[in-house]
Every structure is written in C-alpha cells, then in structure tokens.
C-alpha cells in the first residue's frame, strides 16, 4: 500500500547531504626572544615554535624536551607549556599560533546547517619533520600583509604545514608502534612460562592496554593474548615430543597453571588434545628420545624395520636412514630392529 509520508521521508531523505571538513586559522605569528623565564601557561590553541637561536628547556604537558636552534615544538590546545633559557643564553623564536576546526555541514531541501567545533591536531612535543624551519618563518612574515590574497596564501600555506606535520608524525608514531610491538613479542617469546597479561605487555609498550591491543592487531593481524597463546602452545608441542614430563607439568612450564585449561586451550588451536598429538607423532618422539643413541653407535643402519603395535601402527624413518622394509609384529610393543 502507498504511504505518503513514508514517501517524503524518503525523498527528504535522498535529498540530505552532509560534509565535514576539517580546517585551520592562522591568529598570531611572532619572531624575536623568549623571557628567559617563561611561566607555565595554557591556552586552548595550538602553539608552533621554531628555535632560531639559543638554548635552554621546554616543558610541554609533563614532557621536557631542550631547546636548539632549528628544533621544532607543537603545543595542543589545553596543555601547559613552560621555557626557560640556560644560564647566560638568549633563546630566539618563530612563533605561530593557530585554531583547529571541525566544521559539519548537513543540507536538507533547501536548508543548509553548518556546525562549527574545536578541533584539536593529534600531535605533541617535538616534531620529526625535517625542513619545516623555512615555512614557519615565511608564515610570520606573510602575517603581516594584510591584503586578502596574502592572506588566502597565508592560509593556503598553514594548512600545508599542518598536512605536513600532521603525515610525519603519523609516519613516526608507526614506526616507534612497532618497535613497541616488536620489543614485547621478544618479551613474550623468552618469558612465555610466566603470567604475562596485556596490561604488562601494553605497560612495557608504553601504551594504554586498549591502543595496544589496536596496534598489535594491527602489527600481526592477532590479538596480543592470541598470539602469546600460539608461542605457549608451539612450546607445549616441542615439550610434548622431547620430555617424559606430564601434561600437567608441561602446562605449567609453558604458563598455564591448569591443566584442563591447558588441554582445552591445545585442542581449541590444533584440533586434537595433547594426549592425541602424541599419539600422532609417536614417530617423532621415538626418533627425538633415541637421536642421542643412534649418535653413540660407530656404524649408521642402512634400513630400520617398522616399528608396530597391535594396531599395526606403521612409523616411516626412510628419509632418515633409507628405504625400509617393514614387518607386522603381533606383540604389544616390540621394539626396533635393525637390518
């Protein structure tokens, strides 16, 4: 059945458009020397500062950083920002100071909506954007100029500098991410057997457990606890084919204080219990527990004869020791034999 109103709230619908558009506004450049003191402050804009000269120390947020000629410092809106010259210095600067927004525009028929709120560029401290030196210093001059096509230009050129700020900071924040990542899987690959949780792991990457996790999935396409259980089960495998230990004293020594946990966790991963990986690759622990005896014997056999229980369970060594003949034995386990 027709529904008029259904009908113009699609049309309304269709006819909806909205945009957001993310942009910046140049209030005040500066050029000339720093109070030897300067006070901590805050303001609710962003502050970029080129060092031209001098020495001394900043404090950004909690963060303190020095101050050389050619360093560059981003300060966010609401953070606190204190310098101070070293003794008998003079510290010059090029000063910018600029607002964010984030403007939504939302046009319904014929009306048109647009609103307007701070936004704040992701970016603090030092920067690693070499060569930025130049177009902060061309922004103070040009702030100058008031004719409206310098001041287009001026605009022009500060969203390009904050592109540019903006890209090498997420290239760099990338990099040191994985390192983070990289250090703590090292972390979990030597002290697997221990009870490691993602909140230690996200503390020794130097990040909140819930970016962590982010940006180790990221990274490795895991979880940080899916992939520390795939270190501790890939253990549990060598233990199981290399040791007489008990299930529950291999779980233990691979970090899980439960065995049923354990088992469960094993089956989940490889699809058979560990009592059944055994049993499957009962060929490879009989070869791992006799390496060390078949080393002390002057002659290598040619050929070694099946290894059978009462299933008739066949164990292939030809590509260890040669083309192998094989004989059914109706003993329980009878042993190896050589020929």
Known sequence: MFNASDSICRTSKERTDQSVTISFVLLSAYKGPLPSHFDTQTSNTHLL??????????CIGEQEYRLFPGRCFLKPPGMTIQTVADEGEVVTVSELEFNGYKVTSVR???????VQEPFCLPVSGELNESELGQAIRNLCERHE??????RFSSHCQLLSLVERIWEANERWRGNENLKAVEHTIRLMEQDYFKPLSREMLSKEAGMSPSHYSTVFRKVTGKSPMEYLAEIRIEKAKDKLLTSNARIRDIALGVGYASEFYFSNKFKKMTGISPREFISQNLGKKLLVSHTEAFSMTQTVPSRVIGLFVEDHLKVFWDQAFGPIRFWRISTTLSGIIFA
């Open 145 to 150: 100029n008031q004719i409206d096509r310098e």
């Open 49 to 58: 500062l080129l060092v031209e000269s001098g020495k001394g120390s900043i």
């Open 108 to 114: 319904e028929v014929e009306n048109v909506h647009v």
